[in-house]
């Protein structure tokens, strides 16, 4: 497949355009009343070397695609000290905004190239890749585990390789993997089973999405299952009927949605086929009448945005050739696809759920500091930082937080505990299964 994955130089053009004026320290909301609270985990616990302005990662970028920085340990560290939260982006106003995440993922896969990066403690993700197809070192077999409850109670699940069905439920690996995670596969498989969905999996022949990889910088082992999965959703398209490719992950999300839309295939391999998070799935199926709720739960709760679900799937609007503006000029931003609205939506609409929300929210929303691989390379840093989200969360009140994503599912049941705090983690897939009667 041919790729247009950008490399460092070819962005040379965009990270020239911070002006180094911090606004990407501070997440705003004028109000009323207005506040502010900072927005990057990496400059909040590292200092200015975290933050994105010119003083931080665009100055990084500048000199190693000039050659006048060399990659050292150190560098190497700060390249990584980033979760790929795109809180900076969403508070940077000037031409440099639509191209944050990206530059920065090319600087690591500069680093990747150059034989440093990723981190030592991050090399194991790629060793994994390799031998297992997915990131958690756990043989193939493993990955059905979470079924076991669903054969014990004879309620099959498809294997769509079988089987055909028109929905695809690609699980994901931390689902999968990660043990306390595999609540997510089981309640969203539940749920559909409840509903009537007519799905299948593709059990111990899923590949890893490859979202690890490309957010540490391994263009080549993103490509490798990318390359696999997309050839598996054609067959799948073609042989089982396949037309919908549901995932409870927002880190699958965004990878199959984004990431695999780089392959320049994309649109011919998709075609008829459509990716969709649960909640979407979910949400459509409410306003359609199929959904209802009757059982009450009666819970106190936040919802915390999740990067990848969320401002990661904004689409930015850019004069190229500078018809409008001046070539480049960031001119303006589509939220459409980010989900903030249909969690929230099911979320009210499920008797006794009271939502209070916290202060940083939506495109604001502060990072649960997992993702960007910081949880394998920086544990201890992810953890205090999702203990940090979760104050945020006590301070509204709630006694639970509800999310949209099996990694900042783990990671802040991680931060509560850290805490000492009883505020727990639900995954919003969990609620809406308890809070619909069984068949
Ligand atoms: S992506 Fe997130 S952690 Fe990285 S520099 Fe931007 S705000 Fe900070
Ligand atoms: S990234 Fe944007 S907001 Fe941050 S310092 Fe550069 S220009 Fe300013």
Partial sequence: MQWNIPSLKD??????????????????DYGPPPKNRPICPAGLEFGFEGYYGSKGKAAFARGINSGELEWDEELLEAVYQCTICAGCQ?????DYKPHIPEVFEALRRKAVEDGFGPLPSQKVIAQSLRSYDNPYQGPRRVRTDWTRPFKKENKPIKNILKEPAPVLYFVGCTGAYNVPERVIPQATASLFQKLGVDFGILGENELCCGSTAMRLGDAEAFKRVAEANLETFRKLHQEQGVETIVTACAGCYRAILKDYSLAEEYGTVMAGLQVIHVTQFLYDLYQSGVLKFSEPLPLKVTYHDPCHAGRHLTKFTVDEEGT??????????NEEDCLYDPPRELLKAIPGVELVEMERIRANSYCCGGGGGVMTGFPDWAQRNAALRIEEGLETGAEHMVSICPFCHFNLNQGSQALGSSMKLYDLIELIDRALPGK
């Fill in 324 to 333: 409008e503006m001046w070539a480049g000029a960031y001119i303006g931003l």
């Fill in 90 to 94: 969403s508070q940077c106003q000037v």
């Fill in 11 to 28: 962005l040379e053009h965009y990270f020239w355009r911070c002006t180094a004026c911090g606004t990407c320290k501070t997440a705003y």
